[in-house]
């Protein structure tokens, strides 16, 4: 069964504004990951935080994970046409099973 | 970083024929891949889990004897589609583990694009 659930499911903004998405899991986890899908290709690894990290940057992406709630954030700041792609969270789960396990992704579209 | 290869990124076939992917870690070994395939605007669905020097673990739902998946060493895993069809087309994508720590960083394979005729 999928362990993250992104949110919103689609998110249409201008270039400029920033793009926030969500992924909600259920069980606990020893890391969690973002990708980027370009329409017809292959992930592009964006950042992983593990689950003693709070918040990790790297250029204009901003992750959050809470734990406690059981959610991650993703936030893109100053978005570009060019980071118009779907972007999907993935979990693995703690307790020794390192399978990714996706969510349906989120369909990012920035305006020029 | 780590990099997955796979090999062939696109593949067209005719019905009935069987085709093979293969997943390599080019600079790790990787005792365990996972191979995923994702449907047009979907999720990426785990198939199975490749096993160096063990069978292969399928999810529910997944034919074992229609994607037959062989993990020959610490760096390649292949998947064989057997008597593709046309419902087999897809986008297949490959990860593989690499240990860090207490935690694992997947590295994903850039796909391959099945399409059968």
């Known amino acids: 069964s999928q362990q993250g659930e992104e949110d919103p499911q689609a998110l249409s903004i201008q270039e400029g504004e920033n793009a926030t998405m969500n992924c909600s899991y259920k069980t606990s986890i020893n890391n969690l990951q973002w990708y980027r899908q370009n329409s017809g290709r292959g992930l592009v690894h964006l950042i992983l935080?593990?689950?003693?990290?709070r918040e990790k940057h790297s250029g204009r992406l901003r992750v959050t994970l809470d734990t406690s709630k059981k959610s991650s954030s993703l936030l893109i700041t100053a978005s570009r046409a060019a980071d118009t792609a779907s972007y999907f969270c993935a979990t693995a789960a703690s307790g020794g099973s390192y399978i990714p396990t996706f969510g349906r992704g989120t369909s990012l579209i920035v305006h020029p | 970083g780590a990099v997955v290869s796979q090999h062939p990124s696109r593949v067209i076939c005719k019905s009935g024929t069987s085709v093979k992917i293969e997943c390599r870690s080019l600079d790790f070994q990787a005792t365990t891949m996972f191979w995923y395939r994702q449907f047009p605007k979907k999720s990426l669905m785990l198939m199975a889990t490749s096993n160096e020097g063990s069978k292969a673990t399928y999810e529910q739902g997944v034919e074992k004897d229609k994607f037959l998946i062989n993990h020959a060493s610490l760096t390649l895993s292949t998947l064989t589609v057997t008597s593709a069809h046309p419902e087999d087309s897809s986008f297949y994508i490959c990860?593989?583990?690499?240990?860090?720590?207490?935690?694992?960083?997947?590295?994903f394979g850039p796909g391959t694009r099945l399409t059968v005729l």
């Open positions: 990860s593989a583990p690499r240990l860090a720590g207490i935690t694992n960083e997947q590295f």
């Open positions: 935080i593990r689950s003693n990290e």
